[in-house]
């Protein structure tokens, strides 16, 4: 029977949202990891804790996490298959092709009885026994002399499938689930009994190492995991020169626990280096962004989400901001803060000091937490502006900033290749270099260029029936749609004001748009705008690429 709880007005909809399986969907609640991070002594055992809740929580690192744990349960398992099974099972062997004899299968359906209760009846054997109705003993019919390892390492995969995903969250959450990372001994890895009760007066009388009975060394193996998906992140992330001066700001400001900020120009890369780095820290730092933020209860309720606390619209400034500093304070979780010019005040009336960024100050960096600020040029002139309108003094800030990375302005000519590159890396040096040489030609959003002309590319190259993008298809994404939009967005965003009546009065058109210095365009490719038809990429533009003239960055 559903345990699904309906509202008093009879909606099914409304009352379906308290549905046990939406619940989980949230992901572990931030309190409660947080405390039970606060009983282990250890970096590497907390560090996992919080590793495991940010892989439960609908967000990673910025980006939609769809499935949520269950997603990252089934990655879990698919990467260690040999780690399936019982012992009697891995004594045995496990490998593909092998059977079990009569003797093995009995022990190993032994042990497989405390999660598996009638596994005698998945897997009968000859001479195996059951009782009919009248109570008499009788031979089971289809009993076996032998069953293959898979069928059983199958049954395993099952039950892990099915139990693993609570089990995490019990090991987050329960006192009791004692945490050990390898090379670590089980005195080092908790605090005091006595320090436990205080904080947790509901623990049971004694900690249990974590352990399940169809999977070997499950501790082991979610360190490993975790280190596994770190480098795995890393390996997938196109590094490039400005990517590593963000990283190596945030290390710092990881490492020193204080303010470090990343000042750039829009499109260079910073976010998207912010959040790969995150990504690679899921057990140290939470992202957020505050793309849109224009009032203190959004951003506190921005943060909560980006760490697992409750952020729903009951909850007013005061409650969200509470459990915030008490969550940022307590597990040590390092806070980066992307589009962080909206921390400011947004009105250019505003006569108030930035209380968003004095309480970063107050809140969280007096008290060790280390943040990372993630900004535009636009920033520290808001700073200034503020100072002048209201007398407040930046100096505090501006002290406990540690490291700050004041990024270059455009990318080099080797990062655009690097994205390129990653973009489509089956792709014809040709090809690269069009694309390295359309985005040199950019004022700005190099590599969203990069990344718009490969998309378009891409669909041209669907359309044909093709998966593999050509020459051909980047060259007409990059002289025709995107040149059109360029040609467009001047068009709209560079028109002059035109008297409203007289011999001067007109519309601003095409040909106001075409005299003027194309921004966004470089002058082959307005030259090919200009024509009003796409020209051959290898007459136009191939030749001032040759010569460097669009890869010039």
């Not at 109705?133 to 076996?144: M, S």
């Not at 120009?265 to 057990?283: F, N, P, V, Y």
């Not at 989400?305 to 409750?310: D, K, N, T």
């Amino acid at each position: 029977m559903s345990s699904t709880r309906y509202s008093s007005s009879g909606s099914r909809q409304h009352g379906l949202a308290s549905d046990p399986v939406y619940v989980a969907a949230q992901g572990i609640q931030g309190t409660i990891a947080t405390k039970k991070a606060g009983i282990l002594t250890s970096a590497r055992a907390r560090s996992l804790v919080f590793f495991l809740q940010a892989l439960s929580l609908p967000e990673l690192a910025g980006r939609p996490n769809p499935g949520g744990l269950s997603r990252w349960v089934r990655e879990f398992i698919n990467e260690f298959p040999e780690r399936i099974g019982r012992p009697a099972m891995h004594e045995c062997g496990i490998k593909p092709g092998q059977s079990y004899n009569v003797e093995q299968v009995r022990r190993i359906r032994t042990e497989l009885g405390s999660v598996a209760p009638r596994i005698e009846e998945e897997f009968p054997l000859a001479g195996d026994t059951v009782f009919d109705l009248d109570y008499e003993e009788r031979p089971i019919k289809g009993g076996r002399s032998s069953y293959p390892a898979e069928a059983f390492v199958e049954k395993c995969r099952r039950i892990a499938e099915s139990r693993l995903e609570n089990y995490l969250i019990t090991l987050c959450t329960d006192p009791g689930q004692l945490i050990i990372a390898p090379g670590e001994d089980k005195t080092s890895a908790l605090v005091s009994r006595e320090e436990i009760l205080q904080q947790w007066p509901e623990a049971e009388s004694s900690a249990v190492a974590g352990s399940v009975p169809y999977f070997r060394d499950i501790i082991g193996s979610l360190f490993e995991f975790q280190q596994r998906l770190q480098d795995r992140n890393a390996a997938d992330f196109a590094k490039t020169s400005i990517a590593k001066q963000v990283f190596e700001a945030l290390d710092a400001g990881l490492r020193l626990r204080r303010i470090v900020m990343v000042n750039g120009m829009e499109g260079i890369g910073k976010s998207e280096a912010a959040r790969a780095w995150c990504a690679q820290h899921l057990g140290e730092a939470r992202y957020v962004d505050l793309t849109g933020i224009n009032n203190k209860t959004s951003f506190f309720r921005s943060i909560s989400r980006a760490l697992g606390l409750p952020s729903g619209e009951s909850l007013n400034t005061a409650a969200l901001q509470t459990r915030v500093e008490a969550m940022l304070q307590r597990s040590g979780l390092m806070l980066v803060i992307d589009e962080a010019h909206y921390l400011r005040p947004q009105s250019e009336r505003s006569e108030a000091p930035p209380e968003l960024v004095n309480w970063i100050d107050t809140a969280l960096v007096n008290r060790g937490v280390p943040v990372g600020l993630v900004t535009t040029p636009q920033f520290v002139v808001s700073v200034q502006r503020v100072e002048r309108k209201t007398g407040w003094n930046s100096g505090q800030f501006r002290r406990r900033i540690k490291r700050v990375a004041a990024l270059p302005s455009r990318p080099t000519q080797e990062d655009l290749e690097l994205i390129a590159r990653r973009l489509l890396p089956k792709a014809a040096g040709s090809v690269i270099k069009l694309l390295v040489g359309y985005a040199g030609s950019q004022q700005c959003h190099h590599l969203d260029a990069i990344t718009d002309a490969v998309k378009e590319a891409a669909e041209i190259a669907r359309e044909s029936g093709r998966d593999t993008v050509t020459f051909a298809d980047v060259e007409s994404a990059v002289t025709g749609v995107l040149s059109e939009t360029a040609l467009a967005k001047n068009e709209i965003f560079t028109q002059r004001k035109q008297p409203t009546r007289g011999k001067g009065a007109r519309q601003a058109g095409v040909a106001d748009v075409l005299n003027e210095p194309c921004k966004g365009v470089s002058t082959p490719f307005r030259d090919t705008i200009s024509a009003g038809k796409p020209a051959r990429t290898s007459a136009a533009v191939m030749p001032a690429i040759e010569r460097g003239e669009l890869a010039e960055v």
